[in-house]
């Protein structure tokens, strides 16, 4: 089992509506979760963090946790063009020696068609 | 005001040879990594250091070595490149254990031909 598995897409949504991205993990100690996103040929920028269960609203990005089904999900509103690119699920788990690591999911991609 | 710079930004040579790349980041954060992001866009992590100190090293040949002469500063060194380590290269920096996420800068492209 991956530690993080996202569906790699294409999820391809119309303008405006509602673009639902779905991320579970396996590492139950995880403390930390998050959301970049990440255009072609660009770098990974963080747009969300989560840390505890339910749901985070910020603009029109809405983080949900749900740590006993070990599930994180990312929606976005009102989704635009320019929200087109792949967004990356990053879990932040326990690893021996006291330091955490940061694993990233393969990403899924988003296609908002005009 | 860039907040982490990676030099160069494309790299293409030949297999065999030995290059570096560097990175240096302003935010004042103490933990630095290097991750390696493949053709299928797998973000990988290869080393982090927290102070100098290496605190990660993943599963990575031994022909990678980082350097970190502070903490404000994380190199790559790579020996004997090979065709497999055709790759999109990105330094990110933290603070601490990076619970608040990480910044990245904007990757170096490496082509081994």
């Known amino acids: 089992q991956k530690e993080v598995e996202q569906n790699s897409g294409p999820l391809s949504v119309p303008e405006g509506a509602i673009a639902s991205l779905n991320c579970t993990y396996s590492?139950?100690?995880?403390?930390?979760f998050f959301w970049y996103r990440q255009y072609s040929g660009k770098s990974p920028e963080l747009i969300m963090s989560i840390y505890s269960n339910g749901d985070k609203e910020d603009g029109r990005f809405t983080a949900q946790l749900n740590k006993a089904s070990q599930y994180v999900s990312l929606l976005i509103r009102d989704s635009q063009p320019s929200d087109s690119a792949t967004y990356l699920c990053?879990?932040?788990?326990?690893?021996?020696?006291?330091?955490?690591?940061?694993?990233f999911g393969t990403g899924t991609k988003l296609q908002v068609i005009p | 005001d860039t907040a982490v710079s990676q030099t160069p930004k494309y790299l293409v040579t030949q297999m065999g040879n030995d290059k570096s790349i560097k990175c240096e980041q302003n935010?004042?954060?103490?933990?630095m990594y290097w991750y390696k992001q493949d053709s299928k866009k797998f973000l990988k992590i290869m080393f982090s250091y927290n102070n100098k100190e290496l605190i990660i090293n993943e599963t990575v040949p031994n022909r990678f070595s980082p350097k970190s002469p502070d903490k404000a500063h994380l190199n790559l060194h790579i020996n004997s490149l090979e065709l497999g380590d055709s790759a999109v290269y990105f330094c990110?920096?933290?603070?601490?254990?990076?619970?608040?996420?990480?910044?990245f800068g904007s990757g170096t492209r490496l082509t081994v031909v």
């Open positions: 990110a920096s933290s603070q601490g254990a990076g619970n608040r996420g990480y910044t």
């Open positions: 590492d139950r100690g995880s403390q930390s």
């Open positions: 935010l004042g954060h103490d933990t």
């Open positions: 990053a879990v932040n788990g326990r690893r021996g020696g006291g330091y955490q690591k940061v694993t």
